[in-house]
């Protein structure tokens, strides 16, 4: 990709938007590191996208203290530009299933044993007795 000056303009600018990304999560608090992706560098202007309305204006009150830690970092950035880009939405998380001791299982049932019929005793009663 480096001899073709055409890729070689795009390889360079992918570099420059994944570091100025990873500066931009070091300065920033972390829920924006999930929730913004840095577009671009423009005359000195960094340019962000965030998922919604609410973190684009935190994002505008905290501009000047998250500037002030780009410039310390080495950046040549005097300003921040957020717009809202509804559709980038981090990726899911997966669900991992917890699952119960036979311990707890034992316990929830006992528990269950000494209470009047209620749909808390129905209740316990049914979740001492999953498995999975």
Same mark, same amino acid.
């Given at each position: 990709m480096s001899d073709d000056p055409q890729l070689r303009s795009l390889l360079d600018t992918a570099q420059t938007l994944m570091e100025l990304q990873q500066h931009f999560c070091h300065a920033a608090p972390p829920y924006f590191a999930q929730s913004c992706q840095v577009t671009g560098l423009r005359q000195g202007t960094l340019h962000i996208a965030a998922n919604n309305g609410t973190l684009a204006a935190k994002l505008r009150q905290l501009a000047p203290e998250i500037v002030s830690k780009l410039q310390d970092s080495g950046c040549e950035v005097s300003g921040i530009r957020v717009r809202v880009q509804v559709g980038y =939405?981090? #990726? #899911?998380k997966k669900h991992t #299933?917890?699952? !119960?001791?036979?311990e707890a299982q034992q316990q929830l049932h006992e528990l269950s044993a000494s !209470? =009047?019929?209620s749909p808390l005793?129905? =209740?316990l009663e049914k979740f001492s007795q999953k498995k999975d």
């Amino acid at each position: 990709m480096s001899d073709d000056p055409q890729l070689r303009s795009l390889l360079d600018t992918a570099q420059t938007l994944m570091e100025l990304q990873q500066h931009f999560c070091h300065a920033a608090p972390p829920y924006f590191a999930q929730s913004c992706q840095v577009t671009g560098l423009r005359q000195g202007t960094l340019h962000i996208a965030a998922n919604n309305g609410t973190l684009a204006a935190k994002l505008r009150q905290l501009a000047p203290e998250i500037v002030s830690k780009l410039q310390d970092s080495g950046c040549e950035v005097s300003g921040i530009r957020v717009r809202v880009q509804v559709g980038y =939405a981090p #990726p #899911p998380k997966k669900h991992t #299933p917890r699952i !119960l001791t036979e311990e707890a299982q034992q316990q929830l049932h006992e528990l269950s044993a000494s !209470l =009047a019929d209620s749909p808390l005793k129905q =209740a316990l009663e049914k979740f001492s007795q999953k498995k999975d």
